[in-house]
């Protein structure tokens, strides 16, 4: 019976995990604001891990960029801290960068929503128009 997941997607969803908690109860510096770990991508030979983060309550894309570096300079931190909680022979080097599709996301539903409202106000005028006409 083969293997539903391969092992690095297993470190990777361990390292998710873990990361998550470190950074929501060991990570003290107020610049960050709330982190969300989104995804995490190992490395076939486990050497590097990619960490995919969104911030909530930072909106500017300087902000975002001093998070990110701030993360990277956290990195040997945040390192140290995974090898204490997983038992993995070697811990891969951590790699931060921002996942911006959360962003992408609430753009693309804002105007999704607008285009209804658009639709409906233009249903509206269409019907108004023929009960004027049909006055007439």
């Known amino acids: ?18 990361l998550a908690t470190i950074l929501q109860q060991d990570m003290k510096d107020p610049r960050l604001g709330m982190v969300t770990v989104s995804a995490v991508e190992v490395s076939r030979d486990m050497a590097f891990a990619t960490i995919h983060v969104t911030f ?3 909106d500017g894309e300087q902000e975002i960029n001093e998070a990110v570096e701030l993360l990277t300079e ?4 945040l390192r140290t801290e995974l090898s204490h909680r997983m038992r993995l022979r070697f811990t891969p080097k951590l790699r931060f960068r921002y996942d911006g ?10 105007l999704i929503d607008q285009a209804r409202a658009n639709d409906s106000a233009n249903v509206a005028d269409v019907a108004k128009q023929d009960e004027e006409q049909e006055d007439n």
């Open 101 to 110: 599709s959360l962003v992408r996301g609430r753009h693309i539903s804002s």
């Open 1 to 18: 019976m083969p293997r539903e997941f391969s092992r690095t997607q297993r470190v990777g969803d361990q390292i998710q995990r873990e």
């Open 56 to 58: 909530l309550g930072l």
């Open 74 to 77: 956290a990195a040997g931190f």
